[in-house]
């Protein structure tokens, strides 16, 4: 018997895996559907010898110390500040929107303070802000987020702006400096040997038995177990009685080009051209010397394995009601971007674990007692 059947390798999964057996010293079965560990930050080295990561672009980032020094148990780190620039009018800019971004689509010599005073000289007033649309027109008006945001949103959910909520594209700040890192988290790095060689240290666990290339349901009533901890997605688990949640997928079409560089940036967006939202060249992110070079580029489907959940009000609706049915569930919990229907990335989803992992050692100590 074991005391916990993990359902999925990603980092919901596989955090909880390591802290169960680790620290609190339970047996634990971890399964996953696909035929290895790391959940969407699986990467591997391609047929080139080029490290790659096999679900489009990860990039580590974090405002969180403990999550970062949790971590940091499993791996080194490379320091990386991720750079993306987005093809526009012909020339590649810096987004995040900047300072620069302006002065070189406009050929423009603006100072910050000036570019505060044309960004308010464009903006469109909005209260509330509730959707994509509000977010970036409440801020840089209606030219520049056709040209940067209009059309990347679109394609990458098959929405307008307006039918997003706010969260979307708030994930990406506006400027009026010349910084053009993506991210500004105080932690910002990608593990040395790469998100693969971490997972499979967290895992390394005499109490930890991994069993891949398995749906969860093939086995759920010949693995005796004691609780299990549900990763995949949250609609599946119930058989979409409620009716489906809606998942953005995405299909990634790897490449390996016979020359050091393809691109002058890690990512480049494309809001307006190409079926595909963006090119990522991998050796950027990792460092890696190589005469060749490898790169991604993503398409976005509605069918497919469900990568985003899809921000919107009648999507949120619709997971209360699972949230509900999750939480009259004993003896199961859910974890994880899929299970919890957020936009999580690789931090947030680490500490929604370890707060689960704290819930439920405390609630072992209290049967302990
Ligand atoms: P997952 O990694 O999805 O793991 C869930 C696992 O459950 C999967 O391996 C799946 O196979 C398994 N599973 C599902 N159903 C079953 C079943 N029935 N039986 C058995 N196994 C099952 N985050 C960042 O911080 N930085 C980034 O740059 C970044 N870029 C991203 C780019 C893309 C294209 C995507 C899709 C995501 C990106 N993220 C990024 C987010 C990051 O991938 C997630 O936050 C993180 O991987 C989620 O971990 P998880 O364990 O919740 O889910
Ligand atoms: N976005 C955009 N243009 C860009 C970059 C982002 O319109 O050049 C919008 C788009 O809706 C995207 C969202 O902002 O889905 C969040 O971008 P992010 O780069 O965080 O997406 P992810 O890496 O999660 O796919």
């Not at 955090?15 to 996953?32: M, P, Q, T, W, Y």
Request: aromatic share 14%; charged share 25%; with cysteine.
């Amino acid at each position: 018997m074991v005391d916990y059947l993990i359902i999925g390798a990603g980092y919901a999964g596989s955090v909880l895996a390591e802290r169960l057996a680790s620290e609190a010293g339970k047996k634990v079965l971890i399964v996953d559907k696909r035929p290895h560990i790391g959940g969407n930050a699986y990467d591997h080295y391609n047929d080139a010898g080029i490290l790659v990561h096999k679900y489009g672009p990860h990039i580590f980032h974090t405002n969180s110390r403990e999550v970062f020094d949790y971590l940091s148990r499993f791996t080194k780190w490379r320091a990386y500040e991720h750079r993306v620039l987005a093809s526009v009018d012909g020339q590649l800019l810096p987004i995040p929107i900047n300072l620069d971004t302006v002065n070189r689509l406009y050929g423009l010599n603006l100072t910050s303070f000036q570019l505060e005073d044309f960004f308010a000289s464009v903006a469109e007033p909005r209260e509330p802000i509730r959707t994509s649309e509000d977010v970036i027109i409440s801020r840089v008006g209606r030219e520049l987020y056709e040209k940067f945001f209009r059309n990347y949103t679109r394609k990458q959910w098959d929405l307008d702006p307006s039918e997003l909520d706010a969260t979307v594209t708030s994930r990406v700040p506006i400027r009026t400096n010349r910084d053009d890192r993506y991210f500004t988290d105080t932690y910002q790095a990608m593990p040395l040997h790469g998100y693969t060689r971490m997972f499979e240290k967290m895992l390394d666990h005499p109490n930890i038995k991994i069993l891949l290339n398995t749906d969860y349901r093939e086995i759920e009533r010949i693995v005796p177990y004691k609780e299990m901890i549900y990763t995949g997605p949250v609609d599946e688990f119930f058989e979409c009685r409620f009716g489906k949640l809606p998942y953005r997928s995405l299909e990634f079409h790897h490449e390996t080009l016979d020359k050091p560089v393809y691109q002058p940036a890690p990512v480049v967006n494309y809001p307006n051209e190409h079926a595909y939202t963006r090119i990522t060249e991998f050796k950027y992110l990792t460092g890696q010397e190589h005469t060749k070079t490898s790169i991604v580029k993503e398409y976005s489907r509605a069918e497919g394995d469900p990568y985003y959940p899809v921000p919107r009000p009648e999507n949120m609706e619709l997971y209360k009601k699972y949230q509900e049915l999750a939480k009259q569930t004993t003896g199961v919990h859910f974890v994880g971007r899929l299970a919890t229907y957020k936009y999580y990335n690789q931090d947030q989803v680490v500490a929604q674990a370890l707060t689960l992992y704290a819930k439920l050692a405390g609630a072992t100590r209290t049967k302990l007692k």
